[in-house]
């Protein structure tokens, strides 16, 4: 940037327009380019925040509302007739998925062994747990991200404001604080924007990522019990 035009900006925020319009419109491209990509982050931040906040309050919902009916003592084949045809999530999904390759495997009339049948069985609720686990953890490795890097991108933006403001001071050979403090306020609100992008983040990440474990340790809870109710009933076939 041509030095004149450093000392004019400088100036220009000089006449006391603190204003956050005024700070971007003043700072230099770079810095301009490091507030928008912070303010888009934070935005794209909020939203993930919002939509797994609603998903994980959904899933908890749907879980003990599943769990309370199936530990009610309604027969297995009815509560599968009735999830079948509906979207399933969390616990659900293994029930659904558990009584589904139990069906495939009483239709074919298989002559695989019981234990073959439980390990396939045990199978398939381990690959609908991590698919379902991988829905929940979805985007939120965005959120880390953000709030790991948003500090120090927005500092660069900062090192960046304070390069152009002690060069602008060099041309304007005015040291004056009414001089100074413009060109600093400018590059220091990259700074604060980095921090309003990453904290919120970083709060939100460990939060989520916590509710997302507990919803996995109740699938594989689950998961567990069921194996061993449909243990019970192979060996009592047996």
């Known amino acids: 940037m041509n030095p004149a035009d450093l000392a004019a900006g400088t100036q220009g925020l000089s006449t006391g327009n603190f204003s956050f319009i005024a700070l971007f419109l003043q700072a230099h491209i770079v810095v301009k380019l490091v507030m928008i990509g ?22 908890r919902r749907a879980t003990d509302k599943f769990e309370q009916v199936f530990w009610s003592g309604q027969s297995l084949e009815e509560l599968y007739a009735t999830l079948s045809a509906s979207a399933n999530a969390s616990t659900a999904a293994l ?6 390759e139990w069906k495939r495997s009483q239709e074919g009339r298989s002559s695989s062994t ?11 609720m381990d690959v609908t747990m991590q698919k379902e686990m991988a829905q929940l953890e979805r985007r939120l490795l965005f959120l880390a991200t953000v709030g790991s890097t948003a500090p120090f991108v927005g500092l660069f933006g900062t090192v960046w404001g304070i390069m152009n403001s002690f060069q602008a001071i060099a041309v304007s050979k005015n ?7 413009p060109g600093i306020a400018e590059a220091l ?7 309003l992008a990453a904290v919120p983040a970083v709060i939100a990440y460990n939060k989520l990522s916590g509710d997302a474990a507990q919803i ?16 019970r009933q192979l060996d009592a076939r047996g």
């Open 95 to 100: 029930f659904v998925a558990a009584m589904r």
């Open 216 to 231: 996995g340790d109740r699938m594989e809870g689950f998961a567990h019990e069921f194996s061993a109710i449909i243990s």
């Open 189 to 195: 609100f990259a700074t604060a924007l980095g921090l």
């Open 175 to 181: 040291t004056n604080l009414a001089v100074v403090a």
């Open 38 to 59: 912070l303010v888009l982050s934070s935005v794209w931040s909020w939203a993930i925040i919002f939509e797994k906040a609603f998903l994980l309050r959904s899933i």
């Open 114 to 124: 019981i234990g073959g049948l439980q390990m396939r069985l045990e199978k398939v």
